[in-house]
């Protein structure tokens, strides 16, 4: 994970904020189902978790460090900061229910660890949907592409309509 967000600046810098965070949700996905799914060969199955567990920190570094820059890019100068804040905090409130998670099934006769690592499939697709949808950071089409149109685009469309972004471009 530690790599990976080193690295974010190079995949937000060449893919964007948006392409960044998709790549992420897809290192999730892949590293949750390679876990998940992964043999009781002493061999096979442990580079198989490793290859996971590799991929879930991938997905962690890039996300945790592109998140917060895609929603300050987008908010509204007066609610940047608190914005800001929740993603932070809902990162890590994720973390904090995926660990109760693990350890409350830890506690099963049954080892239910794949089940565990299996569930980041469901916020890895959820990730994947939004932002689909969502437009690419204004700064980044204005400094990777020069498209001020496509940028001012982006910006409005997270504004209510006739809101006034042209202070903001």
């Given at each position: 994970?530690?790599?990976?967000?080193?690295?974010?600046?190079?995949?937000?810098?060449?893919?964007?904020?948006?392409?960044?965070?998709?790549?992420?949700?897809?290192?999730?996905?892949?590293?949750?189902?390679?876990?998940?799914?992964?043999?009781?060969?002493?061999?096979?199955?442990?580079?198989?978790?490793?290859?996971?567990?590799?991929c879930i920190g991938?997905?962690?570094?890039?996300?945790?460090?592109?998140?917060?820059?895609?929603?300050?890019?987008?908010?509204?100068?007066?609610?940047?900061?608190?914005?800001?804040?929740?993603?932070?905090?809902?990162?890590?409130?994720?973390?904090?229910?995926?660990?109760?998670?693990?350890?409350?099934?830890?506690?099963?006769?049954?080892?239910?660890?794949?089940?565990?690592?299996?569930l980041a499939i469901?916020?890895?697709?959820?990730?994947a949907a939004v932002?689909?949808?969502?437009?690419?950071?204004?700064?980044?089409?204005?400094?990777?592409?020069?498209?001020?149109?496509?940028?001012?685009?982006?910006?409005?469309?997270?504004?209510?309509?006739?809101?006034?972004?042209?202070?903001?471009?």
């Amino acid at each position: 994970a530690g790599l990976a967000a080193l690295s974010a600046r190079r995949t937000n810098a060449d893919l964007g904020r948006k392409g960044t965070i998709l790549l992420a949700s897809v290192a999730f996905f892949v590293g949750a189902l390679f876990v998940c799914t992964c043999g009781n060969n002493a061999n096979l199955g442990f580079a198989q978790l490793l290859f996971g567990r590799i991929c879930i920190g991938i997905g962690c570094g890039l996300s945790t460090t592109t998140f917060p820059i895609y929603v300050a890019e987008l908010a509204p100068s007066e609610m940047r900061a608190p914005l800001v804040s929740m993603a932070i905090f809902f990162c890590v409130f994720g973390q904090t229910v995926a660990g109760a998670l693990n350890a409350l099934l830890a506690t099963c006769s049954t080892p239910y660890w794949r089940l565990s690592m299996g569930l980041a499939i469901l916020p890895a697709m959820y990730l994947a949907a939004v932002f689909y949808y969502l437009p690419e950071s204004p700064r980044w089409l204005v400094a990777k592409e020069g498209n001020i149109t496509a940028a001012a685009a982006a910006l409005q469309s997270t504004r209510s309509p006739g809101a006034n972004i042209h202070a903001e471009m």
